[in-house]
């Protein structure tokens, strides 16, 4: 290999490029791979560690356990009449990387009215300010209920 003035690259020379080559490779790659992703959505806002929070809850506040209720609910469970609501929840939550999966996999087209209803009603009582004072991890499956709420509306 030569340089600019004909003369033959040292080692160090030959690195440098070679680095630099690997840096605009890089680049480019990281620059398709950004515009490929789709951009973030309503729906991705609760995390693991949210649900794990929230399932270790002996006995929720109430804005939680409705929360928590609703959400289910938008995913097509709910407890049976005189079943113990929060025992239900936390069986619901029992297998945190299946639930994500479920909030991650949500299709507004598959929410009947009744399971709409059931969690609007929930969820009408509380305000997103007065859950986050609950509980954050609350709050963000507030917002996920929400902005699945609002899609099956659409």
């Known amino acids: 290999m030569f340089n600019a003035s004909g003369h033959l690259k ?7 490029a070679y680095k630099a080559q690997s840096r605009q490779a890089a ?3 990281a620059k398709a791979m950004s515009t490929k992703q789709k951009p973030p959505s309503k729906l991705d806002c609760v995390h693991r560690s ?4 929230i399932k270790s809850l002996a006995s929720p506040p109430r804005g939680v356990l409705d929360v928590t209720s609703a959400a289910i609910a938008v995913l097509g469970r709910r407890a049976a009449r005189g079943q113990n609501e929060w025992m239900f929840c936390k069986k619901t939550l029992g297998n945190v990387d299946n639930f994500i999966v479920m909030l991650k996999d949500f ?5 009947t009215p009744e399971d709409a209803s059931y969690a609007r009603k929930k969820l009408a009582g509380h305000s997103p ?6 509980s954050c991890a609350a709050a963000s499956l507030a917002q996920w209920a929400i902005a699945a709420l609002e899609l099956t509306a659409a």
């Open 10 to 16: 040292t080692e160090l020379e030959t690195r440098a």
């Open 50 to 53: 949210d649900i794990v929070e």
């Open 129 to 134: 300010d007065e859950i986050k004072k609950q």
């Open 27 to 29: 680049a480019k790659a």
């Open 107 to 111: 299709n507004p087209r598959y929410v």
